[in-house]
């Protein structure tokens, strides 16, 4: 008898002891958000509004490595997307649109999730049937993509001649949501 009383009161000893344990980590996520949040300086690069857009290094459907620093002194709309993605094929066109009018104030970078597509000649094929003439990029590794943490296709930002973030849009773009944009970078 003595002796299932005592494992009762070791398993209501370990459950006491787990709560408290849980109690103490909850309590340190909680020290280490605030300490995050109110003494921590903001980095100078990231994905917030205002700050400097992550650099990266992809290869263009030619096989030339480019970097999005690269396009520095120009504004910069910069689209996530895939060929498999129904609102990247419709906003497509309206980005060659603007591409095609703006030339000289924005230049439209394309970064393409290539490592969900079946191969690099599909990309290559999209592009030519499109028509489409913006730089296209290569994600073959998920650095870009990753780097400015893209979770939904057709993701777009908007970067100004320092590549300063200044907007952002999650969906489909028409026309008139890029010509607003656009008018906030100028």
């Known amino acids: ?80 997307w895939a060929t498999w993605c129904k609102p990247c094929e419709k906003e497509m066109p309206e980005l060659e649109k603007v591409y095609q009018q703006n030339k000289d104030e924005v230049t439209v970078v394309a970064v ?21 003439t913006f730089p296209v990029l290569l994600d073959q590794k998920n650095k870009a993509n990753s780097g400015f943490e893209v979770l939904s296709y057709p993701t777009t930002y908007f970067l100004d001649e320092n590549g300063i973030i200044r907007d952002k849009v999650i969906g489909q773009m028409t026309d008139e949501i890029i010509e607003n944009k656009l008018k906030k970078l100028k």
Request: proline share 1%; glycine share 8%.
């Open 1 to 80: 008898m003595m002796g299932i009383g005592c494992c009762k009161v070791k398993k209501e000893v370990l459950k006491k002891v787990k709560k408290i344990i849980a109690g103490i980590f909850l309590i340190c996520l909680i020290i280490i958000a605030l300490w995050q949040s109110f003494f921590l300086k903001e980095a100078e690069i990231g994905l917030e509004k205002g700050n400097k857009a992550p650099d990266f290094e992809l290869l263009t459907l030619e096989g030339e490595k480019v970097s999005i620093s690269d396009f520095e002194g120009k504004n910069v709309i910069l689209n996530f």
């Open 112 to 132: 393409n999730f290539t490592v969900s597509e079946k191969n690099v000649e599909s990309v290559q094929s999209y592009i030519k049937q499109g028509g489409y």
